[in-house]
């Protein structure tokens, strides 16, 4: 077993260079032995195949990725873990800890100063005040990798991977369907990290698409149609989108019409097709 799994050792790391846990960067980090080995090896990582992982904490899953990978680049936004990491990783040299923001990164320089034209793939244990708008980020800058696997909170996972037209289904979730087929890999209990979350946790994994399964009009338009459509979706589709889009309900009613779906409908109904209908229908109209 790694030491970096002992919770005793991890402790004793953060103390000697006298880290203390920040509840605004959402940290909890990985130390069950059983996790990060299999996600790492579920996240395709191998001797091929470079790694990004976000938030690398105390190189828990970092360790186990380098074990797989000939290169891992973590990127982390705390420089106080920086030390940390230096002691925690000092066996491997095949590991370069980039202190930045991942949100504001340009992570497709950052893999083509890495790693080339080669094989990458992205994971990481995010914290989860940032899953979404992270996750968006790297979908919505289509990087040049195969997939993205993250441990987020078990709600956000099943609400990420709920299949568009279905109840449990969002914005998140139609958007996410657009970029790749996502799936969840298996859950981890709160007693995993340290210090433990109140929540259940869940390893999901985004398999990116050559091209996307419906063909939009215009993307833009296609995501502000799905963004209004559930930013009230206990409201009808066509109250929700004049809204959303502030239209008249006139000119709602008109392109729901054009695009065969009923004024009365609901967004969680909607399948990704009847989404880009929409967009179709709303792109001769605006």
Known sequence: MSRLTDINYVKGVLGRHGFTFSKALGQNFLVNPSVCPRMAQLSGAD???GVI?????????TAELARLSHKVVAVELDKRLLPV????LSEFDNVSIVNADAMKLDMIKLIKDHFGSGEVVVCANLPYYITSPLLMKLLEERLPVSSITVMVQKEA?????ACPGTRASGAISAAVHYYCEPEVLFKVSPGSFIPPPKVD????KLNILKEPPVKAADEKLFFRII???FMQRRKTLANSLSAGLSLPKQTVSAILSAAGIKPAARAEEMSMQQFADITQAAFQVL
């Open 47 to 49: 001797a091929d195949t």
């Open 53 to 61: 992982e976000i938030g690398p904490g105390a190189g828990v899953l």
């Open 85 to 88: 990491l230096e002691e925690t």
């Open 157 to 161: 996972a099943e609400r990420i991977c």
């Open 201 to 204: 946790s869940a390893v999901i």
């Open 227 to 229: 963004k209004a459509a």
